[in-house]
């Protein structure tokens, strides 16, 4: 009787449990069902759809129509490249990327055309077109107007490798006060750097590198407090560069590279605390080496190189840029000695100081520089013996190159063929021969070795004076035998 009750009980237990389960089952459905319902009502405003299918459509082309996209694109099926953001309960495209980024993005078409519909679209944050105007026969210019439509909200605007995007930056760019990053790099586009983007001082990113732009930097900078990245590189840019570059205290690169830029390099960059990066390689700057280099003391990459600067390279303490790890001083007309104020920079990994007019001896000491592992000096006039050990040599390997200094020599026969720098010659070598001399009495005097034939050298009428010596001492010695 008492095992009957037992099992009614757990019956009685097992049949709410399951009740109970059963319940928790079909809310949680109930919730799940409301939840969808309450997603599915967030919709995008069907004026800020069609705005961006035809803006879309006119960079990929018509055949595009979001079909597959649920419940729209912003929705479980989003675009790639496509971002939204709530506004008022509605979807509203905040991030438009186009072009080959990712395997899934949206490819531009052959003939593509900014469509006037980009610029309804209120709430875009950034727009990024990438490797899409690429086509010479059909050569496409940024569109002049309508860019105030979206000065209240685009604070991203990047145009890059679009080698069939020509033009001129638009002045109307000047309108857009919450762009904080600003790139065009390696595209078609001409014309000068306006001056409206002076106004734009919420920039922190600044890079027009590879067009075509010429005539002056304009003198904007002074505004521009905020900006940490300035790469105006590879361009055809001309006069010096402008004084206000040294209030840019926040800035941490500088790239004007690869230019026609002249005159002297600034005092002003004493101003440029936070710099990590300065490359003026491959300009016309002249003046020598300014003192206001030395004040540079975040800089952890230099390159100054393919400039007729000259001066003395002696000039700059170099030990107060103790943070460098590139320092490329070639081809700039320098003379003097290799300071030894350079062994201080223990971060050093590049140091390029080929193609100058630089004198005295290379010190082996620069072997020491614990991160060294690229050392050119050649095209100089360095003299003497090279110093090294056989594993820098063999630590450096091509990174080493010393050639086009007549006067340098290395040691012979201390070195593997392996480890023989290239370009460079062996020393001659030297020996002391104790002489008898009747007349003065003086030994120890230096004569050149002759190895191969292992006789002291002498002018011409001493070896003919001495041949029929050496013959009659051949002579007694065959007799001997």
């Known amino acids: 009787m008492i095992v009957l009750l037992s099992l009614n009980y757990l019956m009685r237990n097992f049949k709410a449990f399951i009740h109970a389960v059963i319940a928790l089952f079909i809310i949680s459905l109930g919730a799940r069902c409301d939840g969808q319902v309450e997603l599915d009502t967030v919709l995008m405003e069907k004026a800020e759809r069609d705005a961006l ?27 790639q490249g496509v971002s939204c953001d709530l506004f008022n309960g509605f979807w509203y495209v905040t991030v438009l990327n186009i072009g080959p980024v990712h395997e899934n993005s949206l490819r531009c078409a052959k003939n593509l055309e900014f469509r006037p519909h980009l610029f309804e679209l209120k709430h875009l944050k950034s727009l990024s077109l990438f490797k899409c105007f690429k086509s010479q026969r059909h050569q496409v210019t940024i569109p002049n107007s309508n860019w105030e439509n979206l000065a209240g909200s685009l604070e991203s605007l990047e145009f890059r490798s679009n080698t069939g995007l020509v033009g001129k930056i638009p002045l109307s760019f000047g309108v857009l006060k919450k762009l904080q990053s600003l790139v065009l790099i390696q595209n078609g586009l001409t014309g000068q750097i306006p001056p409206d983007i002076g106004n734009l001082n919420k920039l922190k990113r600044l890079v027009l590198a590879e067009n075509y732009f010429s005539g002056h930097i304009p003198d904007i900078f002074s505004a521009l407090g905020d900006l940490l990245i300035l790469d105006l590189s590879r361009n055809s840019l001309s006069g010096s560069l402008p004084l206000t570059l040294g209030s840019l205290t926040s800035l941490l690169k500088l790239d004007v590279s690869n230019n026609h830029l002249e005159g002297n390099l600034l005092k002003e960059f004493a101003n440029l605390k936070n710099l990590t990066l300065m490359d003026l390689g491959d300009n016309r700057f002249s003046g020598g080496l300014t003192l206001s280099i030395q004040e540079m003391y975040s800089l952890e990459e230099m390159v100054l190189s393919n400039n007729a600067i000259g001066g003395d390279i002696r000039t700059l303490k170099w030990e107060n840029l103790h943070n460098l790890a590139t320092l490329d001083l070639s081809n700039m ?62 630590k450096m390997g091509t990174r080493f190159g010393a050639w086009n200094n007549p006067n340098l020599c290395f040691p012979l026969g201390v070195l593997p063929t392996s480890h023989v720098p290239y370009g460079v010659k062996p020393c001659h070598q030297e020996i002391k021969l104790v002489e008898s001399n009747t007349d003065t009495g003086d030994v120890n005097k230096t004569s050149h070795s002759t190895a191969s034939l292992g006789l002291m050298s002498h002018g011409p009428n001493d070896f003919w004076w001495t041949f029929p010596l050496i013959m009659v001492l051949l002579l007694n010695s065959y007799i001997g035998l």
């Not at 001896?361 to 360095?382: D, E, I, Q």
């Open 333 to 394: 007309g320098l003379k003097g000695e290799i300071p030894e104020s350079i062994l201080e920079l223990k971060r050093l990994r590049f140091l390029g100081l080929n193609d100058n007019n630089l004198t005295g001896n290379l010190s082996p000491k620069l072997s020491t520089l614990p991160c060294l592992n690229a050392l050119y000096v050649s095209g100089n006039n360095l003299a003497g013996e090279l110093k090294f050990s056989m594993e820098f040599y063999g």
């Open 53 to 79: 299918f035809s803006t879309i459509q006119g960079f990929v082309g018509n055949w595009w129509n979001g079909s597959d996209l649920y419940p729209d694109p912003c929705g479980w099926t989003p675009i």
